[in-house]
């Protein structure tokens, strides 16, 4: 395992997952540590996934903190002393492999995702199963997420839904009555109408 090739991201949630298990007291860092801080992500792709591949979230989240829970508290000397567990390894190994085979330079955060799914024999993949999701729905998730792109670079997944995150939409907010209404604006919104008609100018839409 090449920790060169991970995207930065997910460089990150490890670091962040060390943290989480150092806090804990716990000396073996597993994938439920990892797993734990990405669905805590505020960006939220991993959540994002599992909802997408038919998951309940907030059930994912309940069964992450319960297998958290049963890990053994370690004190005293040594104790700040984490040391990655063969589980965690073994998922970040399929995930590599995952993303080879995909044509993928670097791994991204759904291949170690689809990882823990599909590693039926770790505790983690009960995460997926009490919250609905199996190994081919998020299989199909992260296919309809990725478009056909690659992950050639550390930063690939900034790339994800760059819509949803930099604008708005506001066609779907018209839809859900979540907008104002435009009222003695007739001569600016001409105006605009006809600035974004013109065949000669940047037309933003």
Same mark, same amino acid.
């Given at each position: 395992?090449?920790?060169?090739?991970?995207?930065?991201?997910?460089?990150?949630?490890?670091?962040?997952?060390?943290?989480?298990?150092?806090?804990?007291?716990?000396?073996?860092?597993?994938? $439920?540590?990892?797993?734990?801080?990405?669905? @805590?992500?505020?960006?939220?792709?991993?959540?994002?996934?599992?909802?997408?591949?038919?998951? /309940?979230?907030?059930?994912?989240?309940? $069964?992450?903190?319960?297998?958290?829970?049963?890990?053994?508290?370690?004190?005293?000397?040594?104790? $700040?002393?984490? *040391?990655?567990?063969?589980?965690?390894?073994?998922?970040?190994?399929? =995930?590599?492999?995952? =993303?080879?085979?995909?044509?993928?330079?670097?791994?991204?955060?759904? *291949?170690?995702?689809?990882?823990?799914?599909? $590693?039926?024999?770790?505790?983690?993949?009960?995460?997926?199963?009490?919250?609905?999701?199996?190994?081919?729905?998020? /299989?199909?998730?992260?296919?309809?997420?990725?478009?056909?792109?690659?992950?050639?670079? @550390? @930063? @690939?997944?900034?790339? *994800?839904?760059?819509?949803?995150? *930099?604008?708005?939409?506001?066609?779907?907010?018209?839809?859900?009555?979540?907008?104002?209404?435009?009222?003695?604006?007739?001569?600016?919104?001409?105006?605009?109408?006809?600035?974004?008609?013109?065949?000669?100018? /940047? /037309?933003?839409?």
């Amino acid at each position: 395992m090449n920790l060169d090739k991970f995207t930065d991201r997910v460089k990150g949630f490890l670091q962040s997952a060390q943290t989480l298990a150092q806090n804990s007291n716990h000396q073996r860092l597993l994938p $439920e540590h990892l797993l734990k801080v990405f669905l @805590s992500d505020p960006q939220g792709l991993a959540a994002n996934l599992i909802e997408s591949a038919g998951g /309940n979230i907030q059930l994912a989240q309940v $069964e992450v903190e319960s297998l958290l829970s049963k890990v053994p508290q370690v004190q005293g000397s040594g104790a $700040e002393q984490i *040391y990655m567990t063969p589980d965690l390894s073994k998922v970040l190994q399929a =995930a590599e492999k995952a =993303a080879t085979k995909a044509g993928d330079s670097f791994v991204t955060l759904e *291949y170690i995702l689809l990882a823990m799914a599909l $590693e039926s024999t770790l505790a983690v993949s009960k995460v997926f199963k009490a919250a609905g999701v199996t190994a081919q729905t998020l /299989n199909t998730a992260i296919q309809n997420l990725r478009k056909g792109r690659e992950a050639h670079s @550390s @930063s @690939s997944e900034d790339t *994800y839904d760059a819509l949803k995150k *930099y604008a708005r939409d506001l066609t779907q907010a018209a839809r859900d009555n979540k907008l104002d209404p435009v009222i003695g604006r007739d001569e600016e919104i001409r105006r605009t109408i006809q600035v974004l008609a013109r065949r000669t100018k /940047n /037309n933003p839409v």
